[in-house]
């Protein structure tokens, strides 16, 4: 029986926690409407890589793989450390669980700064949501950039070809701002939850016996993980 006690006060049986469960289905009904947002942006997408096919294929090649990938890493170790930050909090270990979290914080500001770089480039070449002057030209062995009225006319476009390729390449990089840019709000959103989190566990709100909120705050946290590791193959690896 003592061991049994000495087992429930190191890992207690969260369930009996008031209004535990009601928080859990709560926050999965909300996970669930953040997914019907952004599938309905995948289904757009989609059709629209349907019917332009080549032009999305050319435009994603003015998208950076590696800044992409360098932010894929640094979102799964991000959901590392989260996944950690719940465990320790369960473990009624609070030093480790602010570590935890505060390195979430970490992983998530190098997100956003790898993406200020990346939204500064495309800037910089003239390259916005629903108005791309400039791509990189996919037969230079440099990327080099080219204006895409020049490209169209060095391949001999013209008539419905060459207005199908500006819309084609524009619809590519508003898919790519709008869908980038409301997942970097998420991002924002998550950073914001996670570091509310980290302040009240070092006010000692949490410990083994609640952290409810930890629990569903690191769950929010993995959705945006979750919807990242879409977003890098669809826009970055695409061809």
Same mark, same amino acid.
């Given at each position: 029986m003592a061991d049994a006690h000495a087992i429930r006060d190191t890992h207690p049986v969260h369930e009996e926690l008031g209004g535990y469960e009601g928080a859990k289905m709560g926050m999965w009904l909300f996970l669930a409407t953040e997914l019907l947002l952004f599938? =309905?942006?995948f289904a757009g997408f989609a059709i629209f890589h349907g019917k332009f096919v080549e032009e999305f294929k050319l435009a994603h090649f003015s998208l950076d793989p590696l800044m992409g990938g360098v932010n894929t890493v640094i979102l799964i170790l991000s959901s590392l450390t989260a996944v950690l930050a719940l465990d320790s909090v369960q473990r009624g *270990?609070? *030093?480790l669980t602010n570590i935890f979290l505060a390195t979430t914080l970490v992983f998530a500001s190098g997100f956003l700064v790898v993406k200020y770089f990346e939204y500064s480039g495309k800037f910089e070449h003239n390259i916005g949501p629903g108005?791309?002057?400039?791509i990189v030209d996919p037969t230079s062995p440099d990327k080099a950039y080219?204006? =895409?009225s020049d490209y169209i006319e060095r391949e001999g476009l013209v008539g419905k070809a060459a207005d199908d390729m500006v819309k084609g390449i524009n619809l590519f990089f508003t898919y790519y701002f709008v869908m980038t840019a409301i997942h970097g709000l998420h991002v924002l959103i998550g950073m914001t939850v996670i570091a509310i989190l980290l302040y009240k566990n070092i006010k000692g709100r949490y410990s083994h016996w609640y952290y409810t909120p930890i629990e569903n705050g690191t769950l929010y946290w993995h959705l945006v993980d979750l919807i990242w590791i879409y977003l890098f193959p669809l826009f970055y690896l695409v061809r």
């Open positions: 599938g =309905v942006l *270990k609070k *030093k108005n791309a002057e400039q080219i204006k =895409v």
